[in-house]
């Protein structure tokens, strides 16, 4: 494609009408490949939904022994959420002077730089996303600092498992 944008739809897509549910599963299969940008666009999604998903996979895969109880982890349950194929957001903008995410992508976000806009969506502006970009890099390093301490004491957490 022309741009290389992934589409993703996140959600529970089975709560749309079969026609959407296609042109849905059209637009993913047809930008699957592509890898400059993603697109995540979150469709009858709750951070709710997603997490207690993941967590019955993981649980599964514990009932049919295709895991042992002590193969899960952060980093499992990361790879079980709709979002495993794409990297976790590096700016949440959220519009309508709400300032809380309302049960969106509260796992991925967990290290975003989160800016919190008064302008209603349809209202939001190329200055507006100027605003939360600069917002972005003033917080970039705390964020990036925080993001990284937390990534070495993930992995000394599953080298340690991964020793015991």
Not at 34 to 58: G, Q
Not at 83 to 109: A, I
């Amino acid at each position: 494609m022309k741009h290389g944008v992934c589409i993703r739809v996140l959600g529970n897509l089975t709560l749309l009408p079969l026609d959407i549910q296609r042109s849905i599963a059209e637009a993913m299969t047809m930008s699957k490949d592509n890898d400059k940008a993603f697109l995540n666009v979150c469709f009858a999604y709750t951070s709710r939904h997603e997490i207690s998903n993941a967590v019955e996979e993981m649980a599964e895969g514990v009932e049919k022994g295709l895991i042992k109880p002590s193969d899960i982890s952060e980093s499992l349950l990361d790879r079980c959420l709709y979002t495993s194929h794409s990297p976790d957001p590096h700016l949440l903008v959220r519009t309508s002077g709400e300032v809380r995410l309302s049960d969106f992508l509260l796992w991925q976000s967990s290290f975003s730089v989160l800016s919190f806009m008064e302008v209603l969506w349809p209202e939001f502006s190329f200055w507006h996303l100027c605003a939360a970009v600069l917002h972005y890099q003033r917080n970039h390093d705390a964020i990036t600092r925080a993001r990284e301490q937390h990534d070495l004491e993930r992995e000394q957490a599953q080298r340690q498992a991964d020793y015991d």
